[in-house]
């Protein structure tokens, strides 16, 4: 028998019988996987960075040093950042290992190194996770995490939780877009995103996708997970703002007609910062994994280019190193 959504409301437009959908119109056509291999292996792409993968990682790398008690935001990579404020300490889609894959000896490669050992993290309260993709969701490191700190809380899309049961990771709170929980004082609201889900050939949107909004005294971060543009993401900032600090995606976004119904490319990510009223961003998902045909110093580029043709500097969209932080 077909598989059914059991958390399915008619009453919500991202609900659907057989899983979840986006809000926008699906943008991938029949046999559009099979071209984007097909021609990326024939133009031998994604292509090094300019200078090449070790002068990359010398200018854009460092060890992330978590010392002293002030309030800060570290970026350790990919979509995993580290945010301490008024004693709550939470990590996004935490992935340190070396590949975003099922496999140990297959799938996208780490390019540059991970900025911390999981055994090394500081305490972890809260585990937000944007959906089950495999460079979002790391199995050994959220056991990591679950095992150095149990009290710790994970956040996670309706229909993940089914997976960290089988995993036997309690602590979990699964969130369908617009609902809240309280964490020691802290709101998380878990808000839409233009992507989808699958963790195998067998489960695609099964599980919901999305964003978590921290709101604390007044303060709110947003981390945005993967997404795709859409003008009905403003309702982030109408509902959800006004947003302090945002963790915007940059990178995975060539080719533009396959990419950008799932990934904003730099200046899609400046014309969400904007239109949410962002006051500050930082950029991540870029400089680790080459999961789309865009190098791994292209992002960082554009991203410039965007800010000036907005009006904007790197302090409004901030560049960080891998394993780089910033005071809030």
Known sequence: MPWTNPYFDATKAHHARDGFRNLE??????????????????????????????????RWWQPADFAGTDDAAWWLGHATVLVRRQGLTVITDPVLGQRASPLSFAGP???????????????IDVVVISHNHYDHLDRASVHAIARQFPAAVFLVPLGLKRWFDRERIGNVRELDWWASTEVNGSVFTF??????????LWDRNRSLWGGWVMAQDGYRFWFAGDTGYSDQLAEIGRRAGPIDLAALPIGAYAP???????????????????????????????????????????????????LAGEGLGPDDFMLLNIGGRIAL
């Not at 056509?29 to 090449?52: D, F, I, S, V, Y």
């Open 109 to 123: 490669l780490r390019r540059t190194p991970t900025p911390v050992e999981a055994a090394a993290l500081p305490r």
């Open 191 to 200: 808000v839409p995103a233009r992507h989808w889900s699958a963790r195998t």
């Open 256 to 306: 533009r007609w396959f990419m950008h119904g799932q990934h904003v490319d730099p200046a899609e990510a400046v014309r969400l910062h904007k239109e949410i009223g962002c006051q500050r961003s930082i950029a991540i998902h870029w400089g680790v994994f080459e999961l789309a045909d865009d190098q791994l110093d292209e992002p960082p580029r554009l991203l410039g280019e965007a």
């Open 25 to 58: 119109p699906e943008t991938r056509q029949p046999g559009g996987l099979k071209r984007w291999r097909r021609e990326r292996k024939e133009q031998q792409l994604p292509r090094p960075p300019a200078e090449g993968y070790e002068a990359f990682t010398r």
